[in-house]
């Protein structure tokens, strides 16, 4: 089993940056991909930014080049450094942690993004 605590969410202005943490305690070395999802108010909650065991990364295409996706070894900390952040990026932030017997979130920070 794993923990995951998120940290760093808040309210900041169009352009501005924010950069989320997301603590992970437990059986992280049974874990073998960890990503940042999004949920906005009325909306599906959707991939952000994903890493691999490897360090492979992948994002999605609305916050390409202005978000990135970071973690410290061993796999206990996990980052999100979001740039250039536009009112769209408003939603709660949710650490994924995928490990071979399932799937653990963490409890969601929010990000407004308004002036």
């Known amino acids: 089993q794993v923990q995951l605590v998120e940290s760093g969410g808040g309210l900041v202005q169009p352009g501005g940056s924010l950069r989320l943490s997301c603590a992970a305690s437990?059986?992280?070395?049974?874990?073998?991909?960890m990503g940042w999802y999004r949920q906005a108010p009325g909306k599906q909650r959707e991939l952000v930014a994903g890493?691999?065991?490897?360090?492979?990364?992948n994002y999605a295409d609305s916050v390409q080049g202005r978000f990135t996706i970071s973690r410290t070894n061993p796999k206990n900390t996990l980052y999100l450094q979001m740039n250039s952040l536009k009112p769209e990026d408003t939603a709660v932030y949710y650490c994924?942690?995928?490990?071979?017997?399932?799937?653990?979130w963490g409890q969601g920070t929010q990000v407004i993004v308004s002036s």
């Open positions: 994924n942690a995928q490990l071979p017997i399932g799937n653990y």
């Open positions: 437990g059986n992280i070395g049974s874990i073998y991909a």
């Open positions: 890493i691999t065991i490897g360090g492979r990364v």
